[in-house]
Structure formats: structure tokens, C-alpha cells
């Protein structure tokens, strides 16, 4: 819509602000009780900061401080800031899982803009599935939008060692459980891992996630490592709401940002920091709200040739801290530019192409972050996996995986579901011994419901006490970016949704070759039918609200989990006035 009298564009929230009518009146009017003064309204960008704050979302917990910074940047750059609240995932308390509420939460963001009078929005994301969640309900409405991640806990110490978030966890419970750690010991750890603001220290979710949003090229360079407790956050928030202000005048909304070029960028990306497979049904789903044709394969085929330069837990020792210091994800940007391994003239937010941003960024200390020439790993993407076990493809990572279980034929260990998991696995005759495969059923999208992270399944006690530390696990579970492992994850389609993983039995014979990109079941074609005939499902049945939505039309894992009548661009409109 243009102005009679001027061919630029107007800004959306003129149809709210600009009328000389009763509408505009209502609408200015009622604004003005919080003590706004006349002249905010003269036309300038309203920028929505939309906020993910929240106490029971402890990494989040400090984004009213950065909320305000925002708001320093847009004043002082000539627009409007506007903070409203949304739905906040905290990765830590919420049941049964996040991830059933990232697609909810997307909804109320898109919903959300959609319905005020914003021209422009910063997302603060920081939580695990609070940046896709954001990203996906934003790129619903495609306006400019620039997101900005809360940053990383300072690094954890426990007494002479650095530990990591979630990763620790894992470690000092398989060692309580091995009798090689006290209990008091495991209980005094806690408060030295989570000790400052901010969201996971590790290469998990959340740090795969900054970094995506900054590799996307939707986030300001450095937003993926700065500490959340480091004052250069704020700064760089307040950068962010500077820029925000410049990018509806520019009109550079997130269709320009996130194209086919970005996403590759992405995936490379995350081979390269040795990233959790989250990214993998995020990436997705992000890439379905804009319009953009990403699938499975394209994961396993750009990423397969990355290999992992970053030396951070749960892949390697350093932590993002660490990370922040050695160069950052510029650093390991340049590296792959150099090598032929990014498309250099992608669009970022700040208006410049990614080349730009990262040609001369320093790398300080070789120790966190490898050459693409000799890497830390040899293999640091996501792996595809597909064969009669998964049909719809299963996924791996390498650079978390124990190189003598790449290639692997086993016994099936047959878990039903989490509780049956729960319930036997500690018990000492359970028959399972180290060579053997553990299978866990339900507890995909549809079966847990929700896709919870409990495809990292402890081994048995019995087992951890030989000293062993890795057995090959396959579920249609998802897996935290903390945790580590031989884990085949995302098995598609899901056992609740009748995938041949359901008819997995005790005793049956599993080939894991990772190199072959295969997992089969070696069991007849005629023997599946007969089980397949006689299976009943065993997913929950949610009668009302948003749980029954969720299931009734949630997609696959390699489809992105996202709902089915969600999927596809809608663009931003400015919706019917009030009457």
C-alpha cells in the first residue's frame, strides 16, 4: 500500500497509527495510558520485541535486561519498540516435552504479529526450541526480522575440571552408577555447572541453534558465542535494535534472508561445530514455513563432506565460552568460505553478504577451532541412514559416535516405550550384554507424544560396570545436543505411526553401517507382514486441546515435525479493524 503523495511504502502500522479517524483515535489513545508521548506515533517503525522471558525458563531468565538494550538501539535509530510476551519453552522443567510445544509456541508468535501493528520484529531466542519455535512463526508472516540468542552460560568448574551442561549429567550419573563417583560428590557438581546466566555452555541444542540463526545469516556476526553474563551481549543487543529499525526502512524481510543458499549454509554450518541432530527437524521445519524445498537427503549430502573443526563438548573438550575467545562461529564461517563450502553472497541482516561479514574474521587459538585442512574430526555432519528399519530415513552423529560401532550387527534389546525402558533397564536379569542393540519404541511425535530427548538411553547399570561406555541405541526418539553417543535417532515413520520399528522383537539380528548410510533388520519380508497384521498401536489418545491438534496433525521427523496445515509461506497481512 503507497501513500498518494509519496511512492515509498508505508508502514504497516500506519493502517493502526496514522488515521485521522475514531480508529486511529481508539488505537492511539489507549496506547497512551503507559505514558507514551504524541510524537511516537508520527509514523516512525513500531518494532515488536518479542520476548521469550520467563523464571521457568531459566536460560531465558535474563532477557528483560536484554529486552531493554533492544529498545535503546530502536529509540536511538528513530523507531518504536514494543515488547510483548509470548509462550516460553524452558528446556529444563517443562513435561512431557518441549518439543511438542515448539509448534504451539510458533503460532503464537505468527499470531501474535500478525494481529498488531508492528513493521519489524526482534525475536530473543536463547532455549533450546525457543529460536525454531520464533523462526518459524515469524517466516508465517515475513516482515524483517532479526533474532537474537541470550548467549551462553559461563564455563562450568567443578573443583580442578571444567564441566559441561548436560553433558556432565550424563557423565557423573553413568559414574555414580559405576561406583566411580560419590553421590555427594554428584550432588555438590550442580551448582558448579549451571553458574551464570544464559543457556547451555555445550555444543547442545541451544548453542546449535545460535549458531544456525547466525550461519542463516538471521542473527548480528558474534551472536552465536558471546557469554550471556559478558557485556558485549548487551552491546550487541543493542546493535540489534539499531539495525532492526534500518531493515524496515530497507524493507529487508526474511524471505530475502532465508533462502535455499542460507539453509546450505546452515547445514555445512553445523557439520562443522560438530551441531546437535535437533538442527536437523528444525532446520526443516524453518525451511517448510518459508517455501523452501530442504529435505533429509540434502543433510546427508552437504554435510557429509564437513568435517568437524570445533573441539567442544559433547564432541570435544572446550566449551562455548571458549569458543567465544578462539573467534567464534565467524572464525569456522571463514574456514569453510575458504574452502569452497559456503555460498558466499547470501543475504544477513545487518544488509551485507556473508563474505563480508567473516572474510577477515581472526582465528585465536587453533586448539578450539581446527582447519578444514586438518580438522578435529574427520566427520562432523549429520548422517542419513535408511533401510527396512527406516524407511523414511534415521539420523546419526559421527562426531559423538564411537568409531568401532559404525559398523555393527547385533541383538535386539526391546524396549516398548519409556516406561518399560525405565522400569527394566537397571534390573540385573535383563539379558542384554555390551554387543547387543537397545531399541526403544514410542517416543516419536505422535508416540510420546511429542518426540521427547530420551533416545540417549543410560545403559544398564550391569553393563557400565564392566567399564563399557557406548553400545549402539536406535529409537524415533530425539536425542539432547549435550548428550553423546552411537545413537540412531528420528527413526522415520515413528513406531506409533506404525513404522517397521514397531515391529521390532527381542532376539531380532539389527545391522548398523553407518558408511553405507544402512540399518536393516534381518528379518523376512514374510515375517514382517505377519507382525505388521497382528500390531496395535500403542500411542496415546489425547481428546481435547492442544494436544489432540498436535497429534492428530503432526508430521514425521523427516518432515520437521511441524503441523501439517501450518507448512508453506502466508506472508504478512494487515488484518480486518476492529469494529
Not at 495 to 509: T, W
Request: aromatic share 6%.
Amino acid at each position: 500500500m503507497t501513500d498518494s503523495n509519496d511512492k515509498a511504502p508505508k508502514n504497516r502500522s500506519a493502517e493502526w497509527f496514522g488515521k485521522a479517524d475514531k480508529d486511529g483515535f481508539g488505537h492511539r489513545s489507549w496506547m497512551k495510558n503507559q505514558g507514551l508521548p504524541h510524537h511516537l506515533f508520527d509514523g516512525r517503525p513500531v518494532i515488536g520485541i518479542c520476548n521469550t522471558w520467563s523464571e521457568l525458563t531459566p536460560c531465558n531468565a535474563h532477557f528483560r535486561t536484554l529486552a531493554e538494550r533492544v529498545k535503546r538501539g530502536v529509540y536511538e535509530a528513530g523507531g518504536f519498540p514494543l515488547e510483548f510476551p509470548v509462550m516460553s519453552l524452558g528446556e529444563t522443567l517443562m513435561r512431557p516435552t518441549t518439543m511438542m510445544f515448539r509448534n504451539l509456541v510458533s503460532m503464537d508468535v505468527e499470531e501474535s504479529i500478525r494481529a498488531n501493528p508492528l513493521d519489524g520484529v526482534i525475536l530473543l531466542v536463547g532455549c533450546d526450541k525457543t529460536t525454531p519455535a520464533l523462526l518459524m512463526g515469524a517466516a508465517s508472516c515475513d516482515l524483517p526480522t532479526l533474532a537474537l540468542s541470550g548467549g551462553p552460560m559461563l564455563n562450568g568448574r567443578f573443583r580442578d575440571q571444567q564441566i559441561g551442561s548436560g553433558t556432565h549429567v550424563w557423565k557423573f550419573d553413568a559414574m555414580v552408577k559405576a561406583g566411580e563417583m560419590t553421590l555427594q560428590d554428584f550432588m555438590e557438581a550442580e551448582s558448579c555447572m549451571s553458574r551464570s546466566i544464559g543457556h547451555c555452555m555445550t555444543m547442545g541444542t541451544a548453542s546449535t541453534m545460535a549458531s544456525m540463526v547466525e550461519a542463516l545469516g538471521m542473527g548480528l556476526p558474534a551472536n552465536a558465542a558471546i557469554p550471556a553474563a559478558d557485556s558485549r551481549r548487551n552491546v550487541l543487543a543493542h546493535m540489534a535494535g539499531q539495525r532492526i529499525v534500518e531493515m524496515v526502512r530497507e524493507d529487508l524481510r526474511m524471505s530475502k534472508v532465508l533462502t535455499r543458499q542460507a539453509f546450505e549454509n546452515a547445514i555445512r554450518t553445523n557439520g562443522a561445530i560438530g551441531g546437535s541432530t535437533n538442527a536437523v527437524v528444525h532446520l526443516l521445519a524453518i525451511a517448510g514455513r518459508m517455501g523452501v524445498d530442504l529435505n533429509l537427503e540434502d543433510w546427508d549430502r552437504l554435510g557429509v563432506e564437513v568435517p568437524c573443526l570445533v573441539n567442544l563438548m559433547p564432541s570435544g573438550e572446550f566449551l562455548m565460552e571458549d569458543f567465544y575467545y578462539a573467534g567464534g562461529l565467524p572464525a569456522v564461517l571463514r574456514e569453510l568460505g575458504e574452502h569452497g563450502l559456503l555460498h558466499k553472497d547470501a543475504l544477513t541482516v545487518n544488509g551485507r553478504t556473508m563474505w563480508d561479514n567473516v572474510a577477515e574474521a581472526p582465528n585465536w587459538n587453533r586448539e578450539v577451532i581446527f582447519a578444514l585442512d586438518a580438522p578435529f574430526k574427520p566427520e562432523g555432519g549429520i548422517v542419513v541412514l535408511r533401510g527396512n528399519l527406516a524407511p523414511g530415513g534415521a539420523v546419526l552423529k559421527p562426531s559423538a559416535s564411537t568409531p568401532e560401532l559404525m559398523q555393527h550387527k547385533g541383538r535386539a534389546v526391546v524396549f516398548e516405550d519409556i516406561d518399560d525402558y525405565k522400569a527394566r533397564i537397571d534390573d540385573p536379569g535383563l539379558d542384554i550384554d555390551a554387543s547387543c542393540v537397545m531399541v526403544l519404541k514410542n517416543c516419536g511425535p505422535k508416540g510420546y507424544p511429542g518426540m521427547a530427548e530420551v533416545g540417549n538411553m543410560a545403559l544398564p547399570q550391569k553393563i557400565l560396570k564392566q567399564g563399557v561406555e557406548d553400545m549402539v541405541r536406535i529409537s524415533d526418539a530425539r536425542m539432547s545436543g549435550t548428550a553423546y553417543g552411537t545413537v540412531v535417532l528420528h527413526t522415520a515413520p515413528e513406531a506409533a505411526a506404525g513404522g517397521p520399528l514397531a515391529l521390532v522383537q527381542n532376539g531380532d539380528i539389527i545391522e548398523l553401517d553407518v558408511k553405507g548410510r544402512r540399518l536393516h533388520l534381518d528379518v523376512g519380508d514374510a515375517e514382517l507382514d505377519k507382525r505388521r497384521a497382528a500390531w496395535i498401536s500403542a500411542a496415546p489418545v489425547n481428546e481435547r486441546g492442544y494436544a489432540k491438534l498436535y497429534q492428530d496433525h503432526v508430521m514425521q521427523a523427516d518432515q520437521g515435525c511441524d503441523l501439517d496445515f501450518l507448512v508453506g509461506k502466508s506472508g504478512a497481512v494487515v488484518p480486518r479493524e476492529s469494529h
